[in-house]
């Protein structure tokens, strides 16, 4: 099964995205933990993108679509692929199209603007992982420390709210418009498209999440 997760930064993809993977035994594809391991590793591409991500902007399509090309040939896409945080533009969208890669489910989580601020200031992420928590509404076993390698969470720079509001811009600006974009789609390739209500329990929405995808 290959999916897209569409929805605004802060909506819960991320975290959504583990128990998706899990159940349809799909690797997460999330185009940030690509742009920020580069970014760690101080590579050629993290150089090129270490700015623009720091002040919220967009990723060069360019540059993501060469990325996430390569990403699914590899072995452990055969059986499909979870997009997380891609496509983010309409030439990445389209890009996939001209590619020759059919998409089966587009998945929105929606999430109004107020509610996303106050998320993301609670936001602390595993580097390591791209796994994240929230300090109030889903906040780790031990405080400070990812459940799972026990190492240190950290606060991304980008979650800073004046960043968060430029993100926010750009998401109705140049990625809300994917939501007509899929939702239009017709004819025997076009995804099956649903929408999801993300705000409440982390659980609640990965009951209505996984039953989207059935
Ligand atoms: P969030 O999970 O908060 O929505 P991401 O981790 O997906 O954020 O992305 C972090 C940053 O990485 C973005 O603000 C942007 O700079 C860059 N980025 C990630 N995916 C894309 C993409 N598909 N196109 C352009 N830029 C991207
Ligand atoms: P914006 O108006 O900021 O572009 P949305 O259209 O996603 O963003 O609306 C923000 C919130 O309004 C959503 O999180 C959702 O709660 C609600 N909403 C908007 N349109 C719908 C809809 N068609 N069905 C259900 N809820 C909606
Ligand atoms: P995205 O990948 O869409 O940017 P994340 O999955 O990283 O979003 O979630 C953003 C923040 O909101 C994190 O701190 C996360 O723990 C928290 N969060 C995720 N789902 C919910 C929810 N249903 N209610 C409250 N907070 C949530």
Redesign the pocket.
């Known amino acids: 099964m290959r999916v897209i997760l569409l929805g605004p930064?802060?909506a819960g993809?991320?975290t959504q995205a583990q128990f998706i993977s899990e159940k349809f035994a799909i690797p997460q594809i999330?185009?940030?933990?690509m742009?920020?391991s580069a970014v760690k590793a101080g590579s050629p591409l993290g150089l090129q993108v270490k700015e623009?991500?720091a002040s919220?902007?967009?990723?060069s399509?360019e540059i993501?679509i060469a990325l996430v090309k390569e990403r699914i040939t590899e072995a452990d896409c055969q059986n499909g692929f979870l997009f997380?945080?891609?496509?983010?533009?309409i030439p990445?969208a389209e890009a996939l199209i001209t590619a020759g890669v059919t998409i089966d489910n587009v998945l929105e989580i929606a999430v109004a603007d107020e509610e996303i601020v106050t998320r993301m200031s609670g936001r602390r992420s595993h580097e390591g992982s791209g796994r994240t928590y929230h300090l109030v509404y889903n906040p780790p076993k031990q405080e400070g420390l990812d459940d799972i390698t026990g190492e240190k969470l950290v606060q991304r720079e980008?979650d800073q709210e004046d960043t968060v509001r430029n993100?926010l811009n750009i998401y109705h600006e140049q990625t809300k418009p994917l939501v007509a974009f899929y939702s239009g789609l017709t004819g025997s390739d076009a995804p099956k498209y649903s929408r999801v209500e993300g705000v409440g329990a982390v659980e609640e929405i990965t009951r209505k999440v996984l039953a989207a995808l059935e």
């Open positions: 930064p802060g993809k991320g999330s185009t940030g933990d742009l920020r623009v991500m919220g902007g967009l990723v399509d993501i997380d945080g891609f496509p983010r533009t990445q980008d993100r």
